[in-house]
């Protein structure tokens, strides 16, 4: 089963920012998780919560760090996410994702765009680009030019853990301490990756400053709860930091498609 990696969800963003900016999207700021059925056709949640859990006590090392991450992820079945990166190319976020019983969904609004990735198909809204409606693209589909683009997007946005990190870490730090993250205890653990040691894909799903050059090291901070998920990632790479914090484990705004009313397959010019 295919779990976020919480360091590659920063490509979200780029594809939502890239098409607000295509589509002259309004820019407002990111609301609520963007992608809640109507109330009279929400799904229900499919995970019933859990107590509020205590900071992890078991110890976490270089070795131990993501596969703890992957296993935790794994039993993840939705949760709402906000993401912000400063720097030279600042970025807010807010979406949801929904992985239980094989699904792969996910959902994200940034700028006034917005995205939904359900079983598969694409839905993209541009403000008056798109007249207020979501473009529906088809990744397979060789009929549509804008498909090609997004082949890789559902890969690219929910593929499995932290591969090409693993071998990278060159230190591991914590002080114990218990912290309050959002409602939840967490405790923090401080990475440093050697970039020379990541691979391609992993090198490529960093966020950087697209004019300069990926560091030598980049720095991450792992807020882990008692289950070892990560409630908060602090993402450190050159000038940018990315803060990626999950909340409403379990609990996490259904994502499903826009109503067929609001939907059209008109492709926009994004020239």
Request: with cysteine; glycine share 8%; aromatic share 4%.
């Amino acid at each position: 089963m295919k779990r976020p990696n919480l360091l590659a969800l920063p490509f979200a963003a780029v594809l939502v920012v890239a098409l607000s900016a295509c589509g002259g999207a309004a820019a407002d700021e990111p609301s609520a998780p963007p992608s809640a059925a109507p109330a009279a056709a929400s799904a229900a949640p499919s995970q019933t919560p859990t107590p509020t859990p205590t900071a992890t006590a078991d110890e976490v090392t270089a070795k131990t760090l993501f596969p703890r991450l992957d296993a935790a992820l794994a039993a993840v079945q939705s949760y709402d996410l906000t993401m912000a990166t400063t720097g030279p190319a600042p970025v807010q976020l807010a979406g949801s994702a929904d992985l239980a019983d094989g699904r792969k969904n996910f959902a994200a609004s940034t700028n006034g765009a917005e995205i939904r990735l359900v079983n598969g198909i694409l839905y993209v809204r541009l403000g008056e680009r798109t007249r207020g409606k979501f473009v529906k693209i088809t990744p397979d589909d060789t009929s549509n030019p804008l498909a090609a683009e997004f082949s890789g997007f559902r890969d690219d946005v929910l593929r499995s853990g932290y591969v090409g990190m693993e071998g990278a870490i060159t230190s591991i730090a914590s002080n114990g301490a218990h912290e309050d993250v959002n409602g939840v205890v967490a405790t923090a653990y401080t990475v440093v990756l050697d970039t020379s040691l990541l691979t391609p894909d992993a090198a490529a799903s960093l966020p950087t400053d697209p004019a300069a050059p990926l560091p030598a090291r980049v720095r991450c901070t792992f807020w882990l709860d008692d289950r070892n998920l990560p409630v908060r990632t602090v993402l450190d790479v050159g000038a940018s930091t990315t803060t990626t914090d999950i909340s409403n484990v379990g609990l996490g705004t259904p994502v499903v498609a826009p109503p067929a009313a609001q939907v059209t397959t008109v492709m926009p010019s994004l020239g």
